[in-house]
């Protein structure tokens, strides 16, 4: 093989690397992104909750549970939500690139090609 064909050879494959790389990168800033608007949901009903204690003890009225039990199984939800969005993330990241060097990696790469780290499985 040529110098050019080589060099040719390697740019593209960098170029691959790159483009999956930039395809995983929008794939978690969605999911960033997912999570961003589930914590502000979270937030909104953190807020409802403590409207309804703060109305209660102005009132010096009891403050019941029962009341707010929707808004708590609502951000038990959204909670499990968020922990299996970070979980998704993390596979993303750890499945596709190196740890070195960030390079996009094949699934089944022993070592990566640029860097050299010994890649875990
Ligand atoms: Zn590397």
Known sequence: MGLMDKLSNSMSQTA???TKLSANMVEI?????SI????????????EIGQYVYSRFKKMSMVS????????????????????????ILNLKRLNYCEGCQLELDEDAR???ICGKLLRH
Request: net charge negative; glycine share 0%.
């Open 65 to 88: 549970r029962a009341e707010v039990q929707d808004l708590i199984l609502e951000i038990k939800v959204l909670e499990e939500d968020i922990n299996t969005l970070e979980k998704l």
């Open 29 to 33: 800033s969605k999911l960033n992104l």
């Open 111 to 113: 070592y990566c090609p």
């Open 36 to 47: 961003k608007k589930r914590e502000e949901e979270i937030q909104q009903k953190l807020e």
């Open 16 to 18: 691959k690397s790159f």
